[in-house]
C-alpha cells in the first residue's frame, strides 16, 4: 500500500483511530444496541481493501459511519440521564454490609 500512496500514514492513522475508536464505544455502551452498532460498524473498517484505501477522501468516506456511530453511543452512555441511572442501579446492586452483622 505504501507504494502506491503517499499519504498512507495519514490514511493508516485514520483507520487506526476509527477501530480505536469503535471498540472503546463498544465497550463503553456494551449491553445496548448502540454498542453493537458501533462494533459493527467499526469491525469492517479493518477489512477494507487497497483500492479503498489508496485515496485519502475515499478512506474518509468510508470511516465517517464507524466514527458516527462510535461517537454517538459514547455521547448517549455520558449523557446525564444514563449516568443517574445508572448510579441509581448501581446503588440498588451494592448489598448493605450492617445488614448481614
Excluded: K
Excluded at 53 to 67: K, N, T
Amino acid at each position: 500500500m505504501s507504494a502506491g500512496t503517499p499519504d498512507y500514514q495519514a490514511i493508516v492513522t485514520m483507520l487506526l483511530c476509527t477501530v480505536a475508536l469503535g471498540v472503546a464505544a463498544a465497550w463503553v455502551a456494551r449491553g445496548t444496541q448502540l454498542g453493537g452498532l458501533a462494533a459493527a460498524f467499526a469491525l469492517p473498517a479493518v477489512c477494507l481493501g487497497v483500492q479503498a484505501l489508496r485515496f485519502e477522501g475515499e478512506a474518509m468516506r468510508l470511516l465517517v459511519a464507524p466514527r458516527v456511530f462510535a461517537v454517538v453511543a459514547i455521547a448517549a452512555m455520558c449523557s446525564g440521564r444514563n449516568r443517574v441511572e445508572r448510579r441509581a442501579s448501581a446503588r440498588q446492586d451494592v448489598p448493605d454490609a450492617g445488614a448481614h452483622a
